[in-house]
């Protein structure tokens, strides 16, 4: 087939290597502009670009695609595919393809939709999520559903690991839903109004703990901001990053924000007293320096344990 591609972090990367390792032509790919990393580190290219240009695929990164509808309609694509793209698609670009545009959406559709459905469904700890492949409309993430894959969320699982894993699974159900989706073997779905939710943008502020939320919720938290924005909270004025953690069952009742300790096999458990429950600091990362371990952490910090961490 002959077919445009649209998307621009790592998810939508193993979709791309998948249409075109299944032969299919893949005359344009389109991703967003090229981004400023850091102090003096110049731009850098979205991972998208990066692997478009590895396998010689022409890229284009306009901030708009307002101005692509000529361009497009001259490649004639038979399909465009979009996955994590980032930018709405206007009814003139979604006209142009004669089997339409299909998007790979990491959720369970109607659930989770909008802009972070991978961290939406770990704070909503849901014990199941998946991908949906759908045709595109005007709306946001509203169009007729395909064909979708369940797959479980481990407790360990944080976005980035959640990611990997969807977008193996997306790709793969892509390829041959889009198959089948041509071969006429499909009938589109309409999704339920039922269950709709949207998952807001996550910005660098989602990550500073409230610790009057329960341990529970603190827990999601940080694996669903995990690898970004993370969690963090302060000590001595720096910045404190709880990488990993875990809720500890029947634990101590204690003020608010406090750190504390509990002896166990072979070391010492460190913890902070939330809303509901105690949280168990496994990895932290002071400002500045490696991760390490809480128990590391908190030798090298008398004070640490009995203080009171800002709400």
């Known amino acids: 087939m002959q077919l445009v591609f649209m998307g621009t972090p790592d998810f939508a990367v193993p979709a791309l290597k998948r249409l075109v390792a299944e032969g299919h032509t893949v005359s344009a790919v389109y991703t967003q ?3 400023p990393q850091g102090r003096g580190r110049g731009v850098s290219p979205p991972p998208v670009k990066t692997a478009a240009l590895s396998l010689g695929l022409p890229v284009y990164q306009p901030p708009s695609l307002k101005s692509e509808v000529e361009k497009i309609t001259q490649l004639k694509p038979d399909a465009i595919v979009v996955a994590a793209f980032a930018q709405l698609l206007p009814k003139s670009i979604l006209d142009i393809p004669r089997h339409g545009c299909l998007n790979v959406h990491p959720s369970l559709l109607p ?3 909008g802009a972070s459905p991978i961290a939406g469904a770990i704070l909503a700890g849901d014990e199941f999520t998946g991908v949906t492949i759908m045709l595109m409309d005007p709306g946001f993430d509203t169009g007729p559903i395909l064909a979708q894959e369940r797959m479980p969320v481990a407790p360990q699982d944080t ?18 839903t889009l198959t089948d989706w041509v071969e006429g073997k499909l009938s ?31 827990w999601r938290r940080v694996r669903a901001f995990q690898p970004w924005p ?3 909270t302060w000590w001595h004025g720096k910045m404190l990053r709880i990488i990993e953690a875990s809720p500890l069952v029947g634990a101590q009742t204690g003020q608010v924000g406090q ?12 913890g902070v007293q939330t809303g509901d429950g105690v949280l168990e600091l496994l990895k932290v990362q ?6 390490m371990a809480a128990e590391e952490f908190s030798r090298g910090q008398r004070d640490f344990v009995g203080a009171l961490l800002p709400c």
């Open 259 to 270: 750190v504390v300790s509990e002896k166990k096999p072979g070391g010492v458990s460190i």
């Open 111 to 113: 659930h989770h939709r």
């Open 159 to 176: 976005t980035g690991s959640l990611t990997t894993k969807l977008s193996e699974v997306g790709a793969k159900l892509l390829v041959s």
């Open 33 to 35: 502009p090229d981004k």
């Open 230 to 232: 993370g969690c963090h």
């Open 188 to 218: 589109p779905r309409q999704q339920s109004a039922e269950g709709a939710n949207y998952t807001p943008k996550i910005t660098k502020k989602d990550g500073e703990i409230d610790w009057h939320l329960s341990a529970t919720d603190i």
């Open 286 to 291: 002071p400002e500045g320096k490696r991760p």
